[in-house]
């Protein structure tokens, strides 16, 4: 493996102190044993895997899905829970800028298509996710911010403003969103969610459908052999005439080699305190089971959960070390405290942090993998994977059986990841780029 984060990064360290690990007990998959056999295999079991295990398993394809650890085990089971728009870290207006109007238009059709596809597949396989929230509230932390936010109203008839009074009471809900904040602005697509219970419900489904799910069985290798694919695995391999990649935050620059450079792991970093009463929602002003977030590049999010518990993460993080780790958890503490200080007195004991995936493109890929034929790819959702790594899954899905997939599929999610700068060494341009996010979040 040829991680650009070092071994701790990728070990049980981060994500200790994970609240969601505490909500629903992962089931035990076999291990990946002898050589094996498959129509598709899929790398990476996350919600993109996981996803795209689900629909061809229901396609009547005979599909294998191998995980490192177990499924759920990355981002897709630490994450913050939010199904919302997102997957690009471009702005629409960039992305109509760049590919051109209609392009941004079908983006934004496949935004909304993302968070009716895990909707969908709450319901018709019963998993009850703790879900709640009607949208999402994104808030205005200067009045700089609160201006673009006035401006991306003006394009958004969909779209709900409020100045800093009409937080206290949006009218969506009786409840508040009192805060430093001077204004927000609501669009009415997604949901909170419990992420754990839903990508456990999603390969419980996968594997009803008929998927072969393996865990602690890492992916080596990818080899062409008498026209098919064959992936090395610890105790065999697996041989597929299509292949999948789908490992996003987790992803290795040897897995395979074209990816090398064109992807950033990114730390995010949450707590989650204990169950607040409601004196003490009544004491901050906030009330509201609305999932929001700020407007900062280095944004914080956070919503109050049915318990009542308040999750609270943000966007952060150079290195990844016992160190590091605690000094990441103190921040996000000491941010929590900053932005809520009535509930600074609330403990909270369950802290982590996991990798999201940010392309030089600063848009999702989802498509062929150059010079390897049957080989696929899926990943770089910039910390939205909820909804558009569910969506991905899908897509790869379509394309791993020949056809071009029926749901909105702009095409610039299919054109190859651009390279950063100084390869394996790409980590170096994220410092200077934090700091400026910093000079502009002021």
Partial sequence: MKH???????SAGPRDGCWWDE??????WPEARGDLTADVAIIGGGYTGLS???HLAEAGIDVALVEAEYPGWGASGRNG?????GGAKLSSEKIAKAYGADQAAEFHHAEIAAIDLVADILKRFDIDADTHSHGETQLAHSPRAMERLR????????AIL??????????????????PFQGGLTVRHGFGLNPRKYVLGLARAAAGAGARIYQNSPAGRITRQGGRNVIALPHGSLSAETVLICTNGYSSDDL?????GRYIPAQSTALVTRPLTEEELAAQGWTSDQMAYDTRHLLHYFRLMPDRRFLFGMRGGLTSTPGSETGSRARVRRDFETMFPAWAHVESRHSWSGMVCVSRNQIPFTGPVPGMPGVFAGLAYHGNGVAMGSYAGSLLAALAQGHRPDSPYPGFMGRPMGRFPFGRFRRIVMPPA??????KDL
């Fill in 4 to 10: 650009i984060f070092g071994r701790y990064a990728y």
């Fill in 23 to 28: 909500t629903i007990a992962a089931p035990v």
């Fill in 52 to 54: 795209a295990a689900l």
């Fill in 81 to 85: 829970g939010f199904c919302c728009v």
């Fill in 151 to 158: 401006q991306q109203a003006k394009g958004d008839p969909d």
């Fill in 162 to 179: 409020h100045g800093r009074q009409d937080l206290a009471d949006q009218g969506m809900q009786a409840s508040g969103l009192t805060g």
């Fill in 256 to 260: 395979p080699d074209w990816l090398a």
């Fill in 434 to 439: 934090y700091l400026a996010f910093r000079v």
